[in-house]
């Protein structure tokens, strides 16, 4: 934090208050902010006193080879909503998608950011850096981006990388990846980076990693892959609420058929939420409005690594061997992620040779109760 | 000084100025003008400076996959993409789409339209006219009056309402960390709104942020999630249960009234907010006309959101199709995306080589090759450049011609070829603008116009989503639940070659993806969107494109703090990783600086 009292970034608390906002309502923040991340009330003292004590954090947000899809995801954010976060919990001081000057005048606001907050500041970045062409598929200021991305990383005091193109490299980095769209933790190799995959993230989940990381001051527990374990640790497979179609083998054999109407498990149209690690099926989407497979389309995994290489989104995962159903993130981020296998095509046929056997019972029960009645 | 043939006298003598990174845009971009001694544009040169090559990623691939990738061009009109995507594919391969999916799509792609223009407005373009610092001078009471006479049936009106922003405002901007707004220009004569037209804007900057996040909401119920949301070759995921067993699991009451409730929002919006700040703040600007460009000369829309399902024919679109060039408004010629000789695209000044000069290529035969040299002139290095040469290659963006024309595209060219096609709804909200407004129709071609157009077009698509929302129900009402067809899913069903084009009006203009189809996969696919349109350098006979031409000739009050270049550019929305991306017309393999 910078020495002189000049200099002293104001709380959130303190923000909030000087806003108008009540002390109640401040109360009601941190109750909600910590149902968000799953803590208990236990945990609101610990967020207020946080909230209270804790300067703003200042953010440096650069732009790759992207698509905006995760600053648009950001700005969805219902709890905490997105004006609060820019306005209120961090300091966005260099966005060039929602900041008000370009040319000189931006590149003077990095600058200061930087000279100011050194080691202070947290880098989030969308999109990542092509390497191919010197650089210069992603040009910024005149320079390749990469360059931009290497000198704002060098001073961070923490590293966020937002959706599966600064993870994992995303449709730009997919086959033949033309022009060496890269993930960023291959060109910064210094930093710890935390990881929020998906095409985008779920809004809820950036702001909830952002709420965690300025409220208890720390990075969140991460997996090995550097996914906050909060977040990533469970399939969408293992939540999902037609995972009980799954285990009665009830299935969706074709688009509008009577099981897509009946809401059955999408596993045989290419469903990838058995190898996909998110929490779509828990926090859903838009406020909890639906997610994927509530509005009748299959996971297409896209908070794995490589999902795009991974065979058609329609083709049936068939190839489990490597991860079992219970496995943890660990193990199947450390295989070819992204595709199932024979475990879970196991798993269905077991579900469907069960329903067989109690639909066999039931018919041989009604069978018995006929004669009975006869 | 030299005349290009689009009829603009370039002059490069006067000072240079180099903007870079131009933000509150989608993707990277660069813009070079020269002023003159009075600090008016004389020449004007934009760069797009990203490109992704998902085209050459495409090929070989499911053509039922297609969508995902290609939406992934664009998360800010997330799912326009998709939809040209599907109607490409299926054009290809003669799939015939149920009157549900019909409605179903439409009510999505008029929900993006209506949430793109309204995030677009508040949350890119406004600070290019509003100045919330002023803001802070505001009387609040005199901007509850201020409220209540421009839009009197929008509740949040109080003068404590604004006092209560004005303080939040206050605290942030005296707290020394400005963020978003910090090295703004706010000290610029450019800005013209009293205290009170400030303040009134800026609170709804705020509004519209928590608005758009409702808005949202009809792509998660149809599609999942947004942003991208998913979609189907052959109809759309959702199915329909009204009332059978399972029925939570589909499109049921509880989803239709959601949508329902949704949709009001957006009308409600259009009405109590967005038209009503798009006049206020326009009046304030009614003398500063510049920026119209292209507009009044060459305008050019595919058209979109067919009545019925697979009837794409002109007259049966309610966002009119049709080209309009040399400024004659009294002929709309048809376009036609199959013509070899029609839709074309030039890479003379583009970062890309067809080999010899002044080639044009249609989408379906097209070949990309980068080719990433600076011209002679250009000072730096090619990895710190500090003036491009625009008499040279200086761009990621391809040049697309329409007949041989460089051509704007987007709200404003959709409401010019709708109004000289005499399309009643927009004709109607055209003269009824400028007759509030006070305007001459002439007003229309400006950089003010094209922000009006957006606005238009938002309150219009409002009403459309409504249309469709109750075709829909009243089609279920009819007993018809289907949403998708899927004869021809399985690829075995397919002809061993196929090709097919899919068009929209995606919310910064025309759209077409143009694919060919091979032994069921991709065998190229192109896409050519509308920030190529109107990014587009300049072509080998030296016309200029949409965004250069609607920069020449403003004058600027400080040329060192570009806010008339910025409010221009803007007035078109740029979407640079939509404009900057190119395909692969065979299977050669791809190097660090040869791509085929």
Redesign the interface.
């Known amino acids: 934090m910078p020495d002189t009292p000049n200099d002293r ?2 709380t959130f608390y303190e ?1 909030m208050r ?3 906002i009540s002390r109640r309502s401040f109360m009601k923040y941190c109750t909600l902010t910590a149902t968000a991340l799953g803590l208990g009330p236990a945990f609101v003292p610990k967020i207020a006193h946080a909230m209270e004590t804790k300067p ?1 954090t ?1 953010v440096i947000w650069l ?1 790759g ?9 950001f ?4 709890h905490p ?3 609060d976060v ?2 209120s919990m961090i ?3 260099y ?12 590149q ?2 990095l600058e200061e950011t930087i000279a100011k907050y050194k080691g202070n500041y947290i880098l989030a970045v969308e999109g990542n850096p ?1 390497l ?14 990469v360059d931009k991305l290497k000198r704002v990383a060098k001073d961070a005091k923490a590293i966020i990388a937002w959706g599966a193109c600064a993870s994992y490299g ?3 980095a ?8 890269t993930p960023i933790h291959k060109v910064i190799t210094d930093k710890p980076i935390i990881k929020v995959p998906g ?2 993230p779920i809004a809820e989940v950036m702001t909830g990693v952002i709420t965690y990381m300025v409220t208890f001051d720390r990075m969140p527990a991460l997996d090995r892959q550097g996914r906050p374990l909060m977040f990533y640790s469970q399939r969408i497979h293992d939540k999902c609420y ?1 995972r009980p179609h799954f285990d009665a083998g009830q299935f969706v054999e ?3 058929d009577e099981g ?5 498990c999408l596993y045989k149209v290419g469903c990838k939420g058995p190898t996909t690690y998110n929490a ?1 099926s828990t926090v859903r ?3 909890g ?9 299959g996971c ?1 995994g ?1 908070s794995e690594d490589g999902f ?1 290489d991974q065979g ?3 083709d049936r995962v068939t190839d489990i061997t490597k991860f079992g159903v219970e496995a943890n993130a660990d193990r199947v981020g450390l295989a070819a992620a992204g595709v199932v296998g024979g475990a879970v095509a196991a798993h269905a046929a077991l579900s469907a040779l069960r329903r067989a056997q109690q639909k066999a019972v039931g018919q041989s029960n009604a069978a018995k109760a006929a004669k009975e009645e006869a | 000084m030299l005349e290009t043939p689009n009829g603009y006298m370039m002059d490069k003598s006067g000072r240079r100025i ?11 971009m ?1 813009c070079e003008i020269n002023v003159d001694e009075d600090g008016v544009i004389r020449n004007a040169v934009s760069t797009g ?6 085209e ?2 495409l090929k070989g ?2 053509p ?2 297609a969508w ?2 290609t939406e ?5 009109c ?1 799912g326009t993409h998709a939809l040209t995507s599907v109607r490409a594919v299926e054009d290809a391969l003669g799939i015939a789409i149920p009157e549900n999916a019909n409605s179903i799509r439409n009510i999505m792609q008029l929900n993006l339209q209506i949430h793109d223009h309204i ?1 677009h407005f508040y ?2 373009h406004a ?1 290019d006219w509003v100045n919330p610092v002023n803001a802070l001078r505001a009387d609040p009471k005199a901007t509850s009056e201020l409220q209540q006479m421009v839009s009197p049936a929008h509740p949040l009106s109080s003068p404590g309402y604004f006092r ?1 922003v004005q ?2 405002l206050k ?2 901007v005296e ?1 020394g ?1 400005l ?7 706010w000290d610029n004569p450019a800005y013209r709104l009293p205290p009170e037209a400030d303040l009134m804007a800026t609170t709804h900057y ?1 509004e519209a ?2 608005l ?2 409702e808005v ?2 009809i ?12 979609w ?1 070759v ?8 009204m009332d ?7 499109i049921n009451m509880e989803r239709l009234n ?1 949508a329902s409730s949704i949709i009001d929002k957006c009308i409600e919006f259009n009405n109590n907010v967005y038209i009503p700040d798009v006049i206020a703040i326009g009046n304030f600007y009614r003398t500063w006309l510049h920026g119209g460009g292209l507009s009044s000369q060459a305008c050019l829309a595919y058209g979109d959101i067919p009545e019925n399902a697979n009837d794409f024919s002109a007259g049966q679109l309610h966002l009119p199709r049709g080209a309009i060039i040399n400024g004659d408004l009294s002929q709309v010629h048809d376009v036609d995306p199959r013509d070899p000789e029609q839709v074309q695209e030039f890479v003379d000044h583009s970062w890309y080589t067809y080999g010899q000069p002044g080639r044009g290529l249609h989408p379906w035969d097209g070949i990309s090759e ?1 080719q ?1 040299v600076l011209g002679p002139n250009a000072k ?1 290095t ?5 003036e491009l040469d625009e008499a040279a290659k200086y761009s ?1 963006i391809k040049a697309p011609r329409w007949r041989g024309h460089a051509m704007e595209v987007g709200p404003l060219a959709r409401y010019v070829v709708g109004y000289a096609k005499g399309h009643e709804d927009i004709k109607d909200q055209v003269d009824g603008l400028l007759r509030t407004m006070n305007l001459p129709l002439e007003a229309v071609f400006s950089t003010l116009g094209r922000t009006a157009a957006r606005a238009l077009e938002s309150e219009y698509c409002g009403r459309l989503q409504k249309y469709f929302f109750d075709k829909l129900v009243a089609n279920i009402r009819n007993g018809d ?4 067809n ?1 004869e021809k ?1 399985d690829p075995k069903t397919w002809p061993k070659e196929a090709k097919g084009v899919g068009m929209t009006e995606a919310p910064r203009g025309a759209l077409g993806h143009w694919i060919r189809i091979k032994d069921g996969r991709i065998e190229n696919y192109q896409c050519v969107v509308p920030t190529t349109w109107n990014g587009s350098p300049r072509d080998l006979q030296g016309n200029i494109g949409a965004f250069e031409a609607s920069l020449m000739n403003t004058p600027m009050e400080r040329p ?3 806010v008339e270049v ?1 409010r221009t550019l803007h007035s078109f929305d740029p979407c640079l ?1 939509c404009s900057t991306h190119v395909m692969s017309p065979d299977g050669d393999e ?1 190097t ?2 040869r ?1 085929r």
Not at chain 2, 481 to 484: D, G, I, S
């Open positions: 970034i104001e923000v000087a806003q108008g703003r200042p732009h080879l992207e698509c905006t899809c995760c600053s648009e995801s700005i969805r954010s219902g909503l997105a004006k820019i306005l300091s966005l001081d966005d060039e998608l929602l900041m008000a000057p370009s040319g000189l005048a931006a003077a606001v092509p191919n062409e010197d650089g210069m598929f992603c040009i910024s200021g005149g320079k390749p981006f995303c449709v730009q997919a086959s033949p990846n033309p022009t060496q769209a095409c985008p037609r074709n688009w509008d897509a109407r009946k809401g059955y779509c989407w838009n406020e409005v639906s997610f994927p497979i509530q509005s009748g389309h297409i896209c795009w058609s989104f329609y | 180099v903007i870079d990174p131009v933000t509150r845009i989608e993707g990277h660069r400076t990203m490109w992704r090559g998902l050459v990623i691939r499911d039922r996959d995902a990738f992934r061009i664009c998360g800010v997330t995030v949350h890119l600070l209560d303080n939040r605290k942030f707290s960390q963020g978003i707004f910090k090295n703004g220009y705020l942020l928590d758009q996040r949202a909401k792509h998660t119920i149809f599609g999942g999630k947004n942003p991208h949301p998913n189907l052959g109809g759309v995921p959702c199915p329909i249960n059978g067993v399972g029925a939570t699991g589909a959601l980068a990433y730096g090619r990895t710190d450049i500090k990621w639940t289907h949403t998708a899927v899913w060192d703090e570009p910025l990783a791809l660090t600086v791509v």
